[in-house]
């Protein structure tokens, strides 16, 4: 008999070096629960994390007090089939700290985005997974007054390109990657409505589209994408708020289904997750659903890989929160089951 697949949740939070800052769970599909299974120390602030599930390795950023104030870092830490976490080597990368980390399937490189910064950071990665050296700094220069706040960066989906998220210069701004040099070179920038904060980006599967999720004016923006020259042809920005909310609010985390037929998307404020269906013969995202996310602040949520549920990181509830998906309609329903972390930030879940 095959033993049946095991999926474990890795969460990032705000957190002292001297506590728990990143953890393994182990969630059960069939309860819709979260068991934990082991938590480490070590970093300050490993709020965001990337995941190589088939060599078993985490990319936790966190922060470093340094000379001129604090630095970014990158760990990597190893998980065993128990779900235990070992942590391995660490480096220093921009000389600001940092919000995202994302890493090229053939484990060579890491991006970082430094949002204090306003820059965007190349580093290494070994033949054995440990994190190299910084490589290269993109520092985006200020414009009109405007201060950049580079929030993340993402690889195109066939990785020619990285599109860098500026939530102060309200532009994404396109890279390529020059592999033997080490070095980002800009390539072009697609500017967002003014005012925007253009936050996460995530791509359709099917490679054609890109969503955006604004963080200051609390929008989704849907482009066309061009694969040749990796830039972005906007078609429609739609409210991830009610029509009738009048509160504060800042977007967060965005994320499609495995099938592209839906967009979630995180408000901090109104405290909820938005579903848009999008209808890509139309090119047309149609609202579906608001649904409160269980607590407030909801920094980071993700899709199980089964599309089957929805976790919802509310750092100032101190939860997680459980979703039940509807795959037909997209929709969300509560499933009662939370879980009590501190401060989450990051959540990533994963069949091991």
Do not use: W
């Not at 088939?54 to 990319?59: D, G, K, L, M, T």
């Not at 020619?160 to 890279?175: A, N, P």
């Not at 090119?283 to 980071?300: A, D, F, M, S, Y």
């Amino acid at each position: 008999m095959t033993q049946p697949q095991k999926m474990f949740v890795f969460v990032g939070s705000y957190a002292e070096s001297a506590s728990s800052g990143v953890y393994t769970y182990e969630f059960d599909e069939t309860e819709g629960s979260l068991k934990l299974l082991d938590q480490t120390s070590g970093l300050k602030n490993p709020t965001f994390l990337n995941v190589d599930v088939e060599h078993s390795h985490i990319y936790a950023i966190g922060e470093v007090e340094s000379e001129g104030g604090k630095s970014g870092e990158v760990m990597m830490i190893h998980f065993d089939e128990n779900g235990t976490l070992t942590r391995f080597n660490r480096t220093i990368t921009t000389p600001n700290t940092t919000c995202h980390v994302q890493r090229d399937s053939e484990n060579r490189f890491l991006v970082v985005s430094s949002y204090h910064g306003g820059m965007a950071g190349l580093v290494s990665l070994k033949e054995n997974g440990h994190v190299g050296e910084l490589l290269d700094v993109a520092a985006h220069r200020p414009e009109d007054g405007a201060a950049p706040h580079v929030h993340s960066a993402f690889f195109s989906p066939d990785e020619k390109f990285v599109l860098v998220q500026d939530l102060g210069l309200d532009l994404i701004r396109t890279y390529s990657i020059d592999r033997e040099a080490g070095k980002l070179v800009a390539q072009g920038d697609t500017r967002t409505a003014k005012g925007a904060g253009p936050r996460h980006l995530a791509f359709h599967p099917g490679g054609k589209f890109a969503f955006v999720i604004n963080e200051l004016n609390s929008t989704i923006a849907s482009y066309r994408y061009e694969a040749e020259n990796g830039s972005l042809g906007e078609i429609e920005v739609v409210p991830t708020l009610p029509a009738d909310y009048t509160g504060e609010n800042g977007c967060s985390e965005i994320t499609l289904s495995a099938d592209g037929r839906f967009v979630y998307g995180a408000n901090r404020g109104h405290d909820s997750i938005v579903v848009y269906a999008f209808d890509e013969a139309r090119e047309k995202l149609t609202l579906v659903q608001h649904i409160p996310t269980e607590g407030g602040h909801p920094r980071h949520f993700a899709l199980t890989p089964s599309g089957s549920h929805l976790l919802a990181a509310n750092r100032d509830a101190n939860n997680i929160a459980v979703f039940q998906v509807d795959q037909e309609s997209g929709r969300l329903s509560f499933t009662g089951n939370t879980v009590s972390v501190s401060k989450p930030v990051c959540v990533r879940p994963y069949y091991v």
